[in-house]
């Protein structure tokens, strides 16, 4: 007897992320705001080329990886073979590791603390290349969790400004696994709206359409296009 797909399996990569798509223009659709104002990151950390490359045959264009060694491994070839490719970083950055960093990722979305800041100012004047830059916050203030605490965040993000020279675009959260996010979405976006800022990278893929309605300019999403890690 064929055993049959339990109905949570991923479907098919190019089925999935069709779904995807579809579950993002509606939410766009109920929160009355255009698909294009919403970057879909399939988030490829772990997963090879191999796995990637119908990703990107099925018209994805924008990928985000956790580690700056992985993507150093796998990325180059793909970015050779198929141009117009993004590449984002939405993992810790390490100051060490900001020479790479700069010279690989499109979008660094793990600014968090002033090492970084200052890592980060030298090499994009040295490359004379710079990634849109987020600053992640720590919303739930957990104490295992990189990320600025919200009553720190203003000062921070002027300080990248005045004292770095870091040209900020937005704000990147990651709510607590055990709290409803949209608060966590929701105090990001007032954040970000009284410093100016119009880019918000919140939602993965349990709670995208919720950070859709909340304003998410940009959203990180593995497992629901690629399956379970």
Excluded at 172 to 178: K, N, Q, R, S, V
Excluded at 196 to 205: D, F, T
Aim: aromatic share 4%; glycine share 6%.
């Amino acid at each position: 007897m064929t055993p049959q797909l339990s109905s949570a399996a991923t479907p098919p990569l190019p089925d999935a992320l069709a779904q995807v798509e579809a579950d993002i223009a509606r939410a766009c659709k109920d929160a009355r705001r255009e698909r294009a104002s919403v970057t879909l990151i399939a988030v490829s950390k772990t997963f090879d080329a191999e796995t990637i490359t119908p990703a990107i045959a099925s018209g994805q264009r924008v990928f985000g990886e956790n580690r700056v060694q992985e993507a150093k491994a796998k990325w180059p070839a793909l970015l050779a073979a198929h141009p117009g490719l993004k590449l984002h970083l939405i993992g810790p950055l390490q100051s060490n590791k900001a020479k790479e960093a700069v010279a690989l990722f499109d979008a660094i979305h793990s600014v968090d603390r002033p090492s970084v800041c200052e890592a980060l100012a030298k090499e994009i004047a040295r490359q004379q290349r710079a990634p849109e830059l987020f600053v992640q916050l720590n919303t739930g203030e957990e104490p295992q969790k990189a990320g600025v605490a919200p009553p720190d965040a203003d000062a921070f993000i002027a300080a990248c400004r005045d004292k770095y020279g870091l040209a900020i675009s937005g704000l990147m959260c990651i709510p607590p696994l055990d709290e409803p996010p949209a608060p966590h979405f929701a105090l990001t976006a007032k954040i970000a709206a009284r410093n100016g800022l119009s880019s918000l990278s919140m939602g993965m893929s349990a709670d995208f359409t919720t950070a859709i309605q909340l304003g998410a300019t940009h959203i990180r999403v593995g497992s629901a296009i690629f399956g379970a890690r």
